[in-house]
């Protein structure tokens, strides 16, 4: 059952005259207990999607251009304020990347954990407490009493993400987003955390959209992925189909361009040449043409749509098979 | 084989107000050959970043030496240490922090040169146009400000720099963690190619394990302020040692989902580098610790390889 589906979203940012397109025509949807990574590097849109998509960005400068957004039955995109903030934190957790920034630096952890929980549900002071620390032993993290006294910037790394884990499960949501959770954090801290989201998702039942730039976490962690590329979604598939045959050449570029353990030390690694092409700039073909090898006349001309519904959707006019 | 460096029981301790200190890095030793790339891999909080500057007397150490071609650096005053420079030079993780915002790439380039008083004025321009085409760079962008380029053309501009003075070392600071992927194989290629064509060596430190055994000969596992595994880096990644290392190399996500995922190895966080455990500084956190890691600190034992060049320092050997 579909819990969360994006349609043909566009996002720019500007004023209404003077619009730069930074999200192009995206869509995707996400079914219960299903994780989709979005994946992409710096500047693709991914988090701009996302957040958009939820209505977190503020407007103006971001402004949904067109497109809908639906998170079970609830058109998010027309949804009065008051609507979207009974969602917020409660069936809708969000997983910010920066947990120093995204905690009040003025008040404790167990203050910010208790009114997440107070804001959505009828219960008394001490039984949130005891709620709050149940879920921070959840997320790993020992003696839960003490941490509740503490401010965010008395913990360490690892410790303020999982604060933020834990405030973003604190209500059980339905719709888990994660916004480079684990980007911040050391491999086995990263790992750590990954084990604790996998095994609250299938306890839960949440649907997790993951936007992440690391293929590897896609590959461990993910059910479906959709890479971005300059404001759209070039491909979509399976986890296991993506990185068996991966069809469009972003797609295959990143891949093979990352040094794996086992990436022989006597060649130089694959490359893609260039750079991203900066929103406004993408002209009227392929944003990817002028770094493509695989790139025809036609690509430089008229820029290629994802076809839909398709199990494994590729956006090319010359996709690799 | 000549050795370049030899760093030998070198540490670190920031004092901290009101007593006590932090023991950035404490006690390490290792030579480094003319032309050889070491790796040096641990997580945030390790001491790998001191240790690359301790090695370049950006910070003076606390103890222990370090001897660059025979001659011991941690003895030299700031003013005979200065023509040393020229031989050890450095490129840093955040190419938008690490360029002057106000000059212009030629003059960045040029601005070692000049410190150091060499050529004329027309044979620098010379030397700047040749290492900005050998970084890979446009001559126009000689002309520039850092903020017209984009963040792996930044890192091509602070490696010409670093170039600049023909230097035999570069300790390279986690010189790719800031760049997409994309990019960051552009940059690497660039570096091993320096390498090859130079005969440079590089320390090169940073988190990302795949990304240093790509680039190095010889890997430096660090944890708490210690090496607590060092050897040739095929070995190290088949057949780690050190349950640290293992627990690194398993925690890495493979970009393959076919491959058989361990769960998380070890739990908790790094201990504080103010209060390091007593005995094995790993212990609080090892699947293997017994009641001697609890007390008594491993000393460094050989395992194998070519000259007994793989170390560990862990009780189970």
Not at chain 1, 7 to 17: E, I, P, T
Not at chain 2, 4 to 28: D, Q, S, W, Y
Request: hydrophobic content about 40%; overall charge neutral; glycine content about 8%.
């Amino acid at each position: 059952m579909t819990l969360f589906a994006v349609d043909a979203l566009s996002v720019g940012f500007g004023s209404a005259r003077a619009s730069v397109p930074v999200v192009d025509a995206v869509s995707f949807s996400l079914a219960k207990g299903e994780t989709l990574g979005l994946v992409g590097e710096s500047g693709c849109g991914k988090t701009v999607t996302v957040m958009s998509a939820i209505r977190l960005l503020p407007s103006p400068p971001a402004q949904v251009t067109g497109g809908s957004v639906r998170f079970d039955g609830i058109d998010l995109i027309t949804a009065p304020k008051a609507q979207l903030r009974a969602l917020w934190g409660n069936r809708i957790g969000v997983v910010f990347q920066n947990p120093m920034t995204s905690l009040n630096p003025t008040f404790t952890i167990g203050f910010q954990l208790v009114e997440a929980l107070r804001l959505h549900r009828p219960v008394s002071e001490p039984q949130a407490r005891e709620q709050v620390m149940a879920m921070l032993d959840r997320v790993g993290i020992n003696s839960p009493q003490r941490r509740l006294q503490q401010y965010p910037h008395e913990l360490s790394g690892g410790l303020r993400q999982r604060v933020m884990i834990a405030m973003a499960l604190i209500c059980h949501p339905e719709l888990l987003i994660a916004d480079e959770p684990t980007t911040a954090l050391d491999v086995t801290l990263q790992a750590q955390i990954l084990d604790l989201l996998r095994s609250l998702r299938d306890e839960l039942g949440m649907g997790i959209l993951m936007i992440t730039h690391d293929l590897g976490v896609v590959a461990e962690f993910c059910d479906r992925v959709a890479v971005m590329y300059a404001g759209r979604i070039v491909e979509t598939a399976a986890v296991h189909e993506l990185f068996r045959a991966p069809r469009h050449p972003y797609t295959r570029g990143l891949m093979e361009s990352i040094p794996r353990m086992d990436t022989a030390r006597d060649r130089p690694l694959a490359t893609i040449e260039g750079m991203v092409p900066a929103p406004g700039r993408r002209g009227a073909g392929c944003a990817f043409a002028e770094r493509c090898t695989r790139a025809l006349e036609r690509c430089r001309a008229e820029a290629p749509s994802l076809a839909d519904d398709a199990a494994h959707a590729v956006a090319c006019w010359n996709p690799a098979s | 084989m000549s050795t370049l460096l030899e760093v030998t029981e070198l540490a670190k301790a920031f004092p901290l107000k009101g007593g006590g200190a932090i023991h950035a890095v404490n006690g390490v030793s290792f030579q480094q050959a003319a032309g050889e790339t070491i790796g040096i891999v641990g997580e945030s909080g390790c001491g790998k970043s001191t240790l690359g500057r301790l090695i370049l007397q950006l910070i003076r150490p606390t103890a222990g030496s370090v001897r660059f071609r025979g001659k011991d650096l941690t003895l030299l005053p700031e003013t005979a240490l200065r023509p040393m420079r020229r031989h050890l030079q450095m490129i840093f993780q955040d190419p938008y922090a690490a360029l002057d915002p106000r000059m212009r790439v030629g003059a960045l380039v040029e601005e070692p040169l000049a410190i150091h008083g060499i050529g004329t004025r027309a044979e620098r321009a010379r030397a700047v146009a040749e290492l900005l085409e050998t970084c890979g760079l446009p001559a126009e962008a000689a002309a520039r400000h850092p903020h017209e380029f984009s963040g792996g053309q930044r890192q091509r501009v602070c490696i010409a720099r670093a170039l600049a003075l023909s230097p035999e070392l570069i300790v390279a600071d986690e010189p790719v963690s800031a760049l997409d992927v994309s990019i960051q194989s552009q940059i690497l290629n660039l570096m091993m190619a320096l390498k090859r064509d130079r005969g440079l060596s590089y320390l090169f430190i940073s988190h990302n394990l795949a990304v240093v055994k790509y680039v190095s000969d010889r890997l430096a596992v660090m944890y708490l302020g210690r090496v607590v595994e060092m050897g040739p880096a095929e070995e190290i990644y088949a057949d780690p040692r050190h349950p640290y290392t293992r627990a690194l190399i398993a925690a890495i996500p493979e970009p393959d989902p076919d491959r058989p995922r361990d769960h998380a190895v070890v739990q908790g966080d790094l201990s504080s580098p103010e209060n390091p455990p007593p005995g094995c500084r790993f212990h609080p956190r090892c699947p293997h610790a017994t009641e001697r890691c609890r007390v008594e600190a491993p000393r460094p034992v050989a395992v194998g390889g070519r000259d007994r060049a793989h170390f560990v320092e862990c009780h189970l050997y």
